[in-house]
């Protein structure tokens, strides 16, 4: 039996949200309801403006990885952090949530702890600011053997291919899972970074047991109409899930196919959604059910989420399942 039922790789950011006016966004130069990347000394500014401070361990993978433990399962991050203040934050908040933080925050000289800088309007809009920090030197020294090849699924997010030392990261540890036998499999993260990584995610693929993406991002990989993008998923990816933004979810192996439909509910935040979808969905992979009920438990998870602030899950997520008849 493999020691961690899912282990993710990805970037260890801390979620560091503040109220804030519009009075405060124009002052900053903070275009509302968006998402940046800002630089260092950008970062330690906002950093120092934000009042009343509430700091949560963020990243895509992260998010996934919270509500798989939610669920029960034994996880591990592979992430990068800096021996600072929010770096030991993140580390024992992740190991306090049930998920090892399997890499010792970082000594010495280096980068700070990346943080996403969110500021919250009284409309609720978000204006998140992010600097990556030293998750941008994720490399393949990060990665354990013991950790990554006693994984029964591994999951990755696209967003480590935008360093060269990410795609190294990223391509050792689905091999170390592969050759133990593992499932690895990746989020393809968002339409541009497939656009900026096109050819190496299309090599990629085709060696990897499963990928989760939406229908903007399936379209682009293989810059055609989602059928047809789907049709060349189906011949050269293991599993394929998409998500289309409320309507159905399709989810095919091989010959197999099913078709979910989701119950459409008016979101109060749509961070996460598809984090979590990818916890509910794995979940399932994870614990041998069908397409069908691991689509659909990928589906409630995501509902769950987008009816509250925050990437995470609140509620119990198997009371949830249980009450959909799905365990």
């Known amino acids: 039996m493999k020691r961690y039922q899912v282990v993710g790789i990805g970037n260890a950011i801390v979620d560091v949200f503040a109220q804030a006016d519009d009075s405060f966004l124009e002052l900053m130069g903070i275009e509302k309801g968006i998402m940046q990347l800002v630089e260092r000394e950008r970062g330690e500014l906002l950093y120092a403006a934000m009042k009343d401070r509430v700091q949560a361990p963020g990243g895509s993978v992260a ?33 306090a949530g049930g998920t090892d933080f399997v890499n010792a925050p970082v000594p010495g000289g280096e980068l700070p702890t990346s943080r996403s800088m969110i500021f919250v309007a009284p409309d609720g809009e978000r ?19 013991a950790v990554a090849g006693d994984a029964a699924v591994l999951f990755l997010e696209g967003y480590l291919y935008d360093k060269p030392k990410g795609m190294q990261a990223f391509e050792r540890a689905a091999k170390l899972c592969q050759a133990a036998g593992g499932q ?34 399936w379209s682009s990989l293989y810059q055609t109409d989602l059928n047809s993008a789907l049709k060349q998923a189906a011949a050269e990816v293991g599993l394929v899930a998409c998500t289309r933004s409320g309507d ?27 984090d979590q979808f990818a916890a509910g969905f794995l979940y399932g992979i994870a614990t041998g059910r069908s397409l069908e009920i691991s689509g659909r438990m990928g589906c409630v998870a995501a509902a769950e989420v987008i009816g509250h602030f925050g990437a995470r899950p609140e509620a119990n997520l198997a009371d949830l399942f249980a009450a959909e008849g799905l365990i």
């Open 127 to 145: 204006s998140m600011n992010t600097y990556l920090g030293i998750s941008s030197e994720l490399g393949p020294e990060d990665v354990s053997d």
């Open 248 to 274: 159905e979810v399709i989810v095919i192996r091989g010959e197999e196919r099913a078709v979910v439909p989701v119950r459409r509910v008016v979101p109060v935040d749509a961070t996460g959604a598809g």
């Open 63 to 95: 998010n996934t990885l919270a509500g798989l433990g939610n669920l029960g399962l034994t996880t591990a991050f592979i992430g990068r952090v800096h021996d600072d203040a929010l770096g030991r934050f993140y580390a024992t908040t992740m190991a």
């Open 184 to 217: 690895a499999g990746i989020a393809l993260s968002d339409p541009f970074c497939v656009d900026r990584h096109r050819d190496d995610f299309r090599r990629l693929v085709k060696d990897l047991d499963y990928v989760i993406g939406n229908e903007h991002e």
